[in-house]
Nanobody, 121 residues
Framework: QVQLVESGGGAVQPGGSLRLSCAAS????????MAWFRQPPGKPREGVAL???????TYAAFVKGRFIISRVESKNTVDLELNNLKPEDTAIYYC???????????????WGQGTQVTVSS
């Protein structure tokens, strides 16, 4: 059973930055892709970013260049750099192991427990 553990969440002011990290119990290359999702309070969970094993990255439209997904293969981690954060970015952010390259919840095989990101003044 693959385990995913997120870290790096916290409270930040608008315009601030955070770096989230997802530690996997197996090689991050053992699945077609890894991804980050988020769930704002009272709203459905949505995809944020995905990185496939060939290095191709997929971002949700709302990212608008503000976030960067990356991987550190030697540490079996997948990071999500959040920049120029806005209040609407407030959500629980989840790491996900994917069975394909589509940034869709239906392609998730494993979820982390999530890490809270709160953006407020």
């Amino acid at each position: 059973q693959v385990q995913l553990v997120e870290s790096g969440g916290g409270a930040v002011q608008p315009g601030g930055s955070l770096r989230l990290s997802c530690a996997a119990s197996q090689s991050i290359n053992s699945s077609p892709a890894m991804a980050w999702f988020r769930q704002p309070p009272g709203k459905p969970r949505e995809g944020v970013a995905l990185i496939a094993n060939d290095g191709i990255k997929t971002y949700a439209a709302f990212v608008k260049g503000r976030f960067i997904i990356s991987r550190v293969e030697s540490k079996n981690t997948v990071d999500l750099e959040l920049n120029n954060l806005k209040p609407e970015d407030t959500a629980i952010y989840y790491c996900a192991r994917m069975r394909g390259r589509q940034l869709s919840g239906s392609w998730v095989t494993s979820w982390g427990q999530g890490t809270q990101v709160t953006v407020s003044s």
